[in-house]
Structure formats: C-alpha cells, structure tokens
C-alpha cells in the first residue's frame, strides 16, 4: 500500500493498542493508563508534574487520570512539602508487571520475522528518527 514511515506507525499503533487493550482488560486497566503507570513504576516517587512532562501530557488529562488511578487502586499518592508523590500500590506493581512485559511480548509477536541484528537495527534506526523528530520517548 502506502511506503511511508507514517502509514506503517499507524497500523503498529493499531495492532498495539490493540493487543494491549486486550491485556490490561483482565487487570481493569486501560491503554489509556498504559504509560502513567509504566511512568511511575520506573520512576517511584515522582511528582505528578514530572510525570506529566516526561509523557508529554495536558495538565488536565494527566490530573484526571492520576485520580482515577488513585481511586482504582493503582497508585498512591502522598503529599511531600509542596508536591504530591506517587508510587505503585500492590495492584499497580502487579498492572506494572504485566504493562512492562505488554511491550516485550508484542515486540516479540511482531518482529519474529526479523533475525536478531535486524531487530537491533531496526530500533537503532527508530531511536535515530524520533530523536531528530522530536518525538522523544518517555
């Protein structure tokens, strides 16, 4: 069809999301709550602004799902001075495990056609290209 980087993002993000979607069901979680929580299970005790800047987030939809990770029980969030810190709660370390292992699976799944230099190639090139892009990954 289309040769084009752009063309062939979209259908990875499709099968992705897909395939994540289908994952995180059995934990309760959503795809939409994918990164804050691989964010937080990396970087135990940040600050809800360093996780909204790492991920590149809208303050207002980074505060609307910090909550509801709070509230569904997969982050805590406990106020240090003047900033609230958040960590994983056993739920979340348990959405963590599972998350983390979503992108190694799905790379798995999908690059299986590629010997293991290629693989290496392939994600090098990446990298390259989002770095000068500037889509820089969290």
């Known amino acids: 069809m289309f040769h084009t980087l752009a063309y062939h993002a979209?259908?990875?993000h499709r099968s992705f999301t897909a395939y994540t979607t289908e994952r995180l069901q059995a934990l309760g979680l959503s795809f939409g709550s994918l990164f804050p929580v691989v964010y937080v299970g990396k970087h135990p005790g940040c600050t809800?602004?360093?996780?909204?800047?790492?991920?590149g987030l809208d303050w207002g939809y980074s505060q609307r799902s910090v909550t509801r990770l709070v509230e569904e029980g997969f982050l805590t969030r406990e106020k240090l001075g003047r900033a609230y810190h958040l960590n994983l709660s056993d739920r979340g370390q348990q959405a963590f495990a599972v998350s983390h292992q979503v992108f190694?699976?799905?790379d798995k799944?999908?690059?299986?056609?590629l010997s293991a230099k290629e693989r290496s190639q392939?994600?090098?090139l990446l990298e390259k290209a989002a770095g000068s892009s500037g889509c820089g990954a969290p």
């Open 104 to 106: 190694l699976d799905w």
């Open 48 to 55: 809800q602004a360093e996780l909204t800047a790492a991920l």
């Open 109 to 113: 799944q999908n690059l299986s056609a």
């Open 10 to 12: 979209t259908v990875f």
């Open 122 to 124: 392939l994600l090098s």
